[in-house]
């Protein structure tokens, strides 16, 4: 593991990661626990899934920064 590569996953990213897909909120409500806009939810989401997908499909290790 440690020769991994490795992305790094900010805890807002995956805050939002667990908002949308664990507790399935809409993406407004979800805005809103977060203290945000709903198009900056939406910017750190896509972030967070394009990270993870980078990760899954290159074999890279995800690291949950704060």
Do not use: D, H, P, W
Request: glycine share 4%; hydrophobic share 40%; aromatic share 4%.
């Amino acid at each position: 593991m440690r020769f991994l590569e490795v992305v790094e996953l900010t805890a807002e990213e995956l805050e939002a990661l667990r908002l949308k897909n664990i507790k399935r909120l809409e993406q407004t409500e979800a805005a809103e626990r977060m203290n945000t806009s709903q198009s900056t939810f939406q910017r750190i989401l896509c972030s967070g899934y394009k990270k993870i997908t980078e990760a899954l499909i290159e074999g890279k290790a995800i690291k949950i920064v704060k």
